[in-house]
Every structure is written in C-alpha cells, then in structure tokens.
T-cell receptor, first 115, second 113 residues
Framework: AQSVAQPEDQVNVAEGNPLTVKCTYS??????LFWYVQYPNRGLQFLLK??????LVKGSYGFEAEFNKSQTSFHLKKPSALVSDSALYFC?????????????FGPGTRLSVLP | KAGVTQTPRYLIKTRGQQVTLSCSPI?????VSWYQQTPGQGLQFLFE???????NKGNFPGRFSGRQFSNSRSEMNVSTLELGDSALYLC????????????FGPGTRLTVL
C-alpha cells in the first residue's frame, strides 16, 4: 500500500533563511511525487511534481524538491523564505507501477515564516 | 482557462439531512476526484470519476455517493448527515494521463449541526 509521511507537523523559519519541508514515501513500485500548498480557506495549489528524469525538480514561487530514491524522500526546499510562504504544505504520491491507484496525501506540514 | 469551481462554498445542514455538492472541472479535464479534509484525518480520498464512470473509491460508507455527467461536471451526495461529516470537501480535476497533475477547487465547507 502507498503511504506518505511528513515527519514535522510544524516548521518555523525566519524570513530570508532557507526552508525545508520533509516528505518520505512508500510505494510498491516507482513513485510519482507531488507537492501542494494550501492557504487558509482555499483549495490546494500545485507547486511541483517528479515524474522521471532529473532528481531536482523546480516549481512555482521559487520552490524546488529533490527526489532521493535510496532514502525514499522528496523534500521541498526554498533558498530564501518569505512571510507569504506561510501555509500548509502537502506531499502526495502515486504508484507508477500500479495504474489506477489514486493519489495518497501526507498529513501536511504547517510552515510559519517569521518576519 | 478557468480553474476548478465548486458550489456552494459554504453549507450548513442538520443531522439526518442530505446534501449535494457540485464541481465543474477545468475545461478538457475528464477525471474528477473528491476528497474530504478534516483537522483530525487530513485529506482522505472519496472517489474518482472518469468519463461518467467511477474508477476508484475510498473507504467511506455508502452514504457518500457521486456521479459525473457527460460534460465532466460532477456531483457528490451525502445522505443521512452525521456530525462527523463536517469537513471541507475538495474536488480535483485532471486531464486523462496517469502522470497528469490534479488541480483543486476552493472546496465546499460543510457544517453539520
């Protein structure tokens, strides 16, 4: 069965500092991986995805994520955090080798960027 | 291109009533999925529809049902509402491919009193 873990409920970072939001996954086959962000009273907004190819994926708003197969991780990063990045972040996985399986989301990590 | 739209945005119902939520996907998208989001359980998958057929179903009771129309618009119905059904219900659409990104609507906030 697929699963996603986001080991930190909350991440606090000062504005201008680099940020990392962690994600590890478990699938029986190979993964498709996604990051979404949710602002208060809004739906989820797509940030980036890994399908194949380069392990470093660049996405919207200066975010990037690195796929690490050996560590089954897909951590979200940004070199310089903004206060406006404060939101709830979700990692999601889909099993490439089990067509028909739906997306599985992690529990979410709340990011607070302090001015 | 317009995004995923959901109506209504807010809904208050009482226990025992039923409710229907609506979702209009992005133009050209044929897959529509529904999720329930609660503080305690996070994001839970309800079901996915593709070309008017349910393709996937999550672990929810039969009180939760859905359908998709020929124009890809989808509705979700919850019968005999319970207090625990209070949640944000999110709809997401994607094109057709397995690698295609899901795009989410703003959600419908359902409160059951």
């Amino acid at each position: 069965a697929q699963s996603v873990a986001q080991p930190e409920d909350q991440v606090n970072v000062a504005e201008g500092n680099p940020l990392t939001v962690k994600c590890t996954y478990s699938v029986s086959g190979n993964p498709y991986l996604f990051w979404y962000v949710q602002y208060p009273n809004r739906g989820l907004q797509f940030l980036l995805k890994y399908i194949t190819g380069d392990n470093l994926v660049k996405g919207s708003y200066g975010f990037e994520a690195e796929f690490n197969k050996s560590q089954t991780s897909f951590h979200l990063k940004k070199p310089s955090a903004l206060v406006s990045d404060s939101a709830l972040y979700f990692c999601a996985v889909r099993d490439k080798d089990n067509y028909g399986q739906n997306f599985v989301f992690g529990p979410g990590t709340r990011l607070s960027v302090l001015p | 291109k317009a995004g995923v739209t959901q109506t209504p945005r807010y809904l208050i119902k009482t226990r025992g009533q039923q409710v229907t939520l609506s979702c209009s996907p992005i133009s050209g998208h044929r897959s529509v999925s529904w999720y329930q989001q609660t503080p305690g359980q996070g994001l839970q998958f309800l079901f996915e529809y593709f070309s008017e057929t349910q393709r996937n179903k999550g672990n929810f009771p039969g009180r939760f049902s859905g359908r998709q129309f020929s124009n890809s618009r989808s509705e979700m119905n919850v019968s005999t509402l319970e207090l625990g059904d209070s949640a944000l219900y999110l709809c997401a659409s994607r094109f057709t491919g397995y690698t295609d990104t899901q795009y989410f609507g703003p959600g419908t906030r359902l409160t059951v009193l």
